[in-house]
């Protein structure tokens, strides 16, 4: 038993990070386990100040359907999940006729989107790539339109 740590199915190492951006599998920095034709990507980018908070998380899965030397065409599945809570003081007139600060407000925001469709991905190198990916996506259950997606990234 090699375990997860071991190469994949052609030699190479399995771990992949790098960044990824896209409309229905995140943005943010990237890990992918790719031991073989299949591979799953989480993508994730918080970000989180005293009165902001921005969240971007995917999960995704990709399936190899015809492999090159260095060229590949895939099928793809992307999952995203987006946060944003903002807050900040709203200030008025007061019951004395005086500008003053009235209250807090606070706004938050959730969107999920699911994609599908087909990619490419080129290793530039050994251990650089890049992949590119178009479909369709699902934005919060009522919305269905293009997809795009990208990605660069490095072999462990």
């Known amino acids: ?3 997860i740590s071991a190469d994949s199915e052609d030699g190479k190492s399995p771990h992949l990070v790098g960044l990824a951006a896209g409309t229905t599998g ?13 591979s799953v990507q989480g993508v994730i980018f918080p970000n989180v100040q005293e009165d902001n908070a921005f969240l971007q998380a995917g999960l995704n899965f990709k399936y190899d359907i015809k492999t090159y030397e260095n060229f590949d065409i895939f099928l793809f599945q992307n999952n995203r999940v987006f946060y944003t809570k903002s807050t900040f003081e ?8 005086e500008y003053a600060l009235i209250g807090e407000v606070i706004n938050e925001d959730l969107t999920i989107a699911h994609g599908g469709g087909l990619g490419i991905n080129v290793e530039i190198h050994d251990r650089f790539g890049i992949n590119m990916m178009t479909g369709y996506g699902l934005y919060n ?7 795009i997606d990208s990605g660069i990234y490095f072999r462990l």
């Open 1 to 3: 038993d090699k375990g």
């Open 26 to 38: 995140g943005i943010g920095i990237a890990y992918t386990f790719k031991p073989n034709q299949f």
């Open 90 to 97: 709203d200030y008025g007139y007061n019951e004395f006729g």
């Open 141 to 147: 259950y009522s919305t269905f339109t293009l997809s």
